[in-house]
């Protein structure tokens, strides 16, 4: 009788020791100090800005070069490709427009898209993301809970428009 109340007694020990046991990590998202990583190919045309194209459907000519961008005495005018980023569950990449140096427009290129349960994170982190940059106006924004590496790629891919922006 003794072993078997001993026994319990360790067991239970054990299992509320298992249950109590956390993960001592915490996620963190430090991106916006971190340059973002040179693209392979310097001519690509995601590495030049373009301007942006009126609703109707006609395409303005791209610029060449950020000094080709219409550029007013209150900051940049026209649309702005970041980076490349890709992050562990796929690509993220955005074209950021600009109108007398204030973000107007936010648009996701390219997001995690390699399963469905990707698309479905990038489909409800996205639009936060978006929603935030354009209420902070820069890429000092936060990151959305359970999309860390979509909201990591988010941030550097905005940071890189914004520099080619000059903003």
């Known amino acids: 009788m003794r072993k078997a109340a001993l026994t319990t007694a360790s067991t239970v020990a054990g299992v509320v020791l298992l249950l109590s046991l956390k993960p001592h990590h915490t996620p963190t998202v430090a991106v916006a100090a971190q340059p973002p990583s040179p693209?392979?190919?310097?001519?690509?045309?995601?590495s030049s800005p373009s301007a942006?194209?009126?609703?109707?459907?006609?395409?303005?000519?791209?610029?060449?070069?950020?000094?080709?961008?219409?550029?007013?005495?209150?900051?940049?005018?026209g649309t702005y490709t970041g980076s490349t980023i890709n992050t562990r569950y796929g690509p993220v990449q955005l074209a950021v427009t600009f109108s007398k140096g204030k973000i107007t427009a936010v648009k996701a290129i390219q997001t995690p898209s390699g399963?469905?349960?990707?698309?479905?994170?990038?489909?409800?982190?996205?639009?936060?993301?978006?929603?935030?940059?354009?209420?902070?106006?820069?890429?000092?924004?936060?990151?959305?809970s359970g999309a860390t590496y979509t909201s990591e790629g988010y941030v550097q891919s905005l940071q890189s428009?914004?520099?080619?922006a000059g903003v």
Not at 39 to 46: A, G, Y
Not at 63 to 77: C, E, I, K, L, V
């Open 39 to 46: 693209s392979p190919s310097s001519s690509s045309p995601s």
């Open 52 to 77: 942006s194209s009126s609703s109707s459907g006609s395409a303005a000519p791209s610029p060449s070069s950020p000094s080709a961008a219409h550029t007013t005495p209150a900051g940049p005018t």
């Open 115 to 144: 399963d469905g349960r990707s698309q479905q994170i990038a489909s409800y982190a996205v639009p936060q993301l978006t929603s935030e940059t354009l209420s902070a106006q820069s890429a000092q924004i936060d990151a959305v």
């Open 161 to 164: 428009a914004l520099d080619k």
